[in-house]
Nanobody, 117 residues
Framework: QVQLVESGGGLVQPGGSLRLSCAAS????????MGWYRQAPGKQRELVAA???????NYEDSVKGRFTTSRDNAKNTVYLQMNSLKPEDTAVYYC???????????WGQGTQVTVSS
């Protein structure tokens, strides 16, 4: 059974930081591209950051220079370090695991991030 479990969300003031974690089980983690998506109320889910099996990263333009994603294959965990948070970063953040070879695609349950004073 595949599970992706996010943690680390919460309420933070503008300019603050949070680190999200996503622990995976039931997959050969090192083979998967791991992505972080977010969905704000009334908006479509969007890709925020992704990291390949060889740790190549890419970011959505609005978070470049503020967010960093990394992975620890020994712990089957991917991280999203979010700095200089803005109110527009408020959303539910979802972890995604995708194996390009097979098309296998899995989602976590999401974690709420709220940036507000």
């Amino acid at each position: 059974q595949v599970q992706l479990v996010e943690s680390g969300g919460g309420l933070v003031q503008p300019g603050g930081s949070l680190r999200l974690s996503c622990a995976a089980s039931g997959i050969i983690f090192r083979f998967y591209v791991m992505g972080w998506y977010r969905q704000a109320p009334g908006k479509q889910r969007e890709l925020v950051a992704a990291i390949t099996s060889s740790s190549v990263t890419n970011y959505e333009d609005s978070v470049k220079g503020r967010f960093t994603t990394s992975r620890d294959n020994a712990k089957n965990t991917v991280y999203l370090q979010m700095n200089s948070l803005k109110p527009e970063d408020t959303a539910v953040y979802y972890c995604n695991a995708r194996w390009v070879v097979t098309g296998d695609n899995y989602w976590g349950q999401g974690t709420q991030v709220t940036v507000s004073s």
